[in-house]
């Protein structure tokens, strides 16, 4: 006979039903594990170097809205291309979600400042301000501008130059002077004289041998006629007197072999010949041979008379 009715699952039909209610129901989990884990994500388009028309259209067909966007300085992306953007190309986002784009407004331009007539120091100040850079500073005399204050740059004022630029200054050292001949003078009348013309004196410690008097000054730097500025200093090394130096014996000699000899020591030479002497021989020397004499000075040599 007939086995009892069997429930709504029962026999191979039912076991069908139940096997593919169990993979329906798998693949349901699987795709909602899905959905929550990725799906419901997208990854940011590329956009780095696309205009800001080209990147906002890749947002939007990736169903991508757009948050704003920033506007920086670039040296290496031309002006209106995307610099970067907020999550990176690449990046995983919701996918309803809005990226916020960063856009080139080309390289930054910064003008030089008119700093003529500032104090190198303002001068320096002014320029850092608007990003540039302090550069070499060189110095240079002038009629009008005042010692100290900038007479101009380079690059000029009003050039436009990028960011931390270097910025060259041109100082004024003021109005020239010409430094006055204080050799053979006293330390103290030196000094005076110089100080008159607005220059500072530093006597320097040792003294030469020189042909000036000991204690005079017997050289100066700059020399004299130099170009100096008002406040420059000028340096003095003073006399320790003409070195001696013994005087060669030349009597007897022809007076051209006696001045050779006698210049060649280190002496000046003045030849005196006696009135109606024809004589080219050297008969006395206002130095014995022998003797010493400061160096520099003159040996007079008188030839033979009548």
Same mark, same amino acid.
């Given at each position: 006979?007939?086995?009892?009715?069997?429930?709504?699952?029962?026999?191979?039909?039912?076991?069908? /039903?139940?096997?593919?209610?169990?993979?329906?129901?798998?693949?349901?989990?699987?795709?909602?594990?899905?959905?929550?884990?990725?799906?419901?994500?997208?990854?940011?388009?590329?956009?780095?170097?696309?205009?800001?028309?080209?990147?906002?259209?890749?947002?939007? $067909?990736?169903?991508?809205?757009?948050?704003? /966007?920033?506007?920086?300085?670039? $040296?290496?992306?031309?002006? &209106? %291309?995307?610099?970067? +953007?907020?999550?990176?190309? &690449?990046?995983?986002?919701?996918?309803? &979600?809005?990226?916020?784009?960063? !856009?080139?407004?080309?390289?930054?331009?910064?003008?030089?400042?008119? /700093?003529?007539?500032? +104090?190198?120091?303002?001068?320096?100040?002014?320029?850092?301000?608007? &990003?540039?850079?302090?550069?070499?500073?060189?110095?240079?005399?002038?009629?009008?501008? %005042?010692?100290?204050?900038?007479?101009?740059?380079?690059?000029?004022?009003?050039?436009?130059?990028?960011?931390?630029?270097?910025?060259?200054?041109?100082?004024?050292?003021? +109005?020239?002077?010409?430094?006055?001949?204080?050799?053979?003078?006293?330390?103290?009348?030196?000094?005076?004289?110089?100080?008159?013309?607005?220059?500072?004196?530093? /006597?320097?410690?040792?003294?030469?041998?020189?042909?000036?008097?000991?204690?005079?000054?017997?050289?100066?730097?700059?020399?004299?006629?130099?170009?100096?500025?008002?406040?420059?200093?000028?340096?003095?090394?003073?006399?320790?007197?003409?070195?001696?130096?013994?005087?060669?014996?030349?009597?007897?000699?022809?007076? $051209?072999?006696?001045?050779?000899?006698?210049?060649?020591?280190?002496?000046?030479?003045?030849?005196?010949?006696?009135?109606?002497?024809?004589?080219?021989?050297?008969?006395?020397?206002? !130095?014995?041979?022998?003797?010493? %004499?400061?160096?520099?000075?003159?040996?007079?040599?008188?030839?033979?008379?009548?």
């Amino acid at each position: 006979r007939r086995g009892g009715r069997r429930g709504p699952f029962g026999g191979p039909h039912g076991k069908l /039903v139940t096997i593919v209610t169990a993979v329906l129901l798998t693949l349901g989990i699987g795709v909602g594990v899905w959905y929550i884990n990725s799906g419901q994500f997208t990854q940011v388009p590329s956009l780095l170097g696309q205009t800001q028309q080209a990147a906002e259209k890749r947002l939007s $067909d990736a169903g991508l809205g757009l948050e704003g /966007v920033e506007r920086v300085f670039s $040296d290496t992306v031309e002006r &209106g %291309a995307v610099v970067g +953007s907020d999550p990176a190309s &690449g990046d995983r986002i919701r996918g309803n &979600g809005s990226v916020k784009l960063t !856009v080139s407004r080309g390289p930054e331009i910064v003008r030089v400042p008119d /700093v003529a007539g500032s +104090s190198l120091a303002d001068a320096r100040l002014s320029l850092k301000k608007v &990003g540039l850079v302090p550069g070499m500073v060189t110095k240079e005399f002038s009629e009008d501008v %005042a010692r100290g204050e900038v007479i101009r740059t380079e690059p000029r004022a009003g050039t436009d130059r990028h960011p931390d630029t270097a910025v060259a200054m041109v100082v004024s050292k003021g +109005s020239p002077v010409d430094v006055p001949d204080v050799t053979g003078l006293s330390v103290e009348d030196a000094t005076a004289e110089l100080e008159g013309e607005g220059l500072k004196v530093r /006597v320097l410690p040792g003294r030469v041998d020189s042909p000036e008097d000991a204690g005079d000054i017997a050289q100066q730097s700059p020399g004299a006629d130099a170009e100096a500025a008002q406040g420059d200093t000028v340096e003095l090394t003073v006399s320790k007197g003409p070195r001696m130096l013994d005087v060669p014996d030349v009597t007897g000699r022809d007076v $051209d072999e006696a001045r050779a000899t006698l210049e060649e020591a280190g002496f000046e030479v003045k030849v005196d010949r006696p009135f109606l002497s024809f004589s080219d021989t050297v008969a006395r020397q206002s !130095v014995a041979g022998g003797e010493q %004499a400061p160096e520099g000075s003159t040996i007079t040599i008188r030839t033979k008379g009548l």
